[in-house]
């Protein structure tokens, strides 16, 4: 599937059934979710770096792009991968090095893992528009909003965000921790699909869609379902 087709995927969708992209955190998770027949995926930062060894936002860039390379060629479907914020990459090298893994889509954040503070939003819209200039069309850029991870209540924050990101280029904003019962303001005043992440506690999938909800993606949490269910197993052969 090319990126236009991925981007395709996207829109139409009716209320109450988003496009759900499960994230893999290697080439056997990937496997199994496409089999599964969803129609593309999107790795989790936190996932891919825990299956390295790693702390979330602490993984060096070469091992990401590597597991994300290793994820895209295993399947079928397209890949969009969380680049976290970038690496401190230079657009034109970091666009160079998402296509070079085969993904066809990006997550890029707003905030600093390291100071768990957000970024200016104007100069954070400018580095997208340059992200956006050095791919052209060839990648899908879901711009992460950061404003409820860090703390800001107030839902104008995470709109005047996304509505920067969006004239920016992005094609997709992902106001990460989101109230879902913020979802209907922001779906009424954001131009563009909204990726929401299901937190423990949020309403099922479908009513997630029915708030404003149109893309879904799962951040660590499958890769943590899937490690509880692997604790369970080393806990039965203690038995």
Not at 55 to 63: L, R, V
Not at 100 to 119: H, I, Q, R, Y
Not at 132 to 160: M, Q
Request: aromatic share 6%; hydrophobic share 45%.
């Amino acid at each position: 599937m090319t990126v236009q087709a991925f981007r395709a995927l996207h829109h139409d969708h009716a209320a109450g059934d988003p496009l759900v992209l499960p994230g893999p955190w290697d080439a056997a998770s990937a496997r199994v979710f496409a089999d599964a027949g969803f129609p593309a995926l999107a790795t989790p930062s936190a996932g891919v770096s825990a299956s390295l060894g790693y702390e979330d936002g602490q993984t060096p860039a070469d091992e990401m792009f590597a597991a994300v390379a290793r994820i895209a060629r295993s399947v079928d479907v397209p890949v969009s991968a969380d680049i976290e914020a970038g690496y401190g990459l230079p657009p034109k090298e970091l666009v160079a090095r998402i296509l070079d893994t085969g993904a066809v889509g990006c997550n890029l954040e707003d905030s600093d893992s390291a100071t768990k503070s957000l970024k200016d939003p104007r100069q954070h819209a400018d580095w997208l528009a340059e992200v956006r200039a050095e791919a052209g069309e060839r990648l899908f850029i879901n711009a992460r909003v950061d404003s409820f991870l860090r703390g800001v209540a107030d839902p104008a924050e995470a709109i005047g965000r996304a509505r920067l990101y969006v004239e920016a280029g992005a094609d997709c904003v992902y106001p990460f921790a989101v109230p879902p019962e913020q979802l209907p303001l922001l779906r009424a005043e954001i131009d563009a699909p909204i990726n929401v992440a299901p937190l423990p506690g949020s309403p099922p999938i479908p009513e997630l869609g029915r708030l404003g909800a149109t893309r879904i993606t799962f951040g660590p949490g499958l890769h943590q379902q899937a490690l509880k269910a692997v604790q369970q197993i080393a806990e039965s052969l203690r038995a």
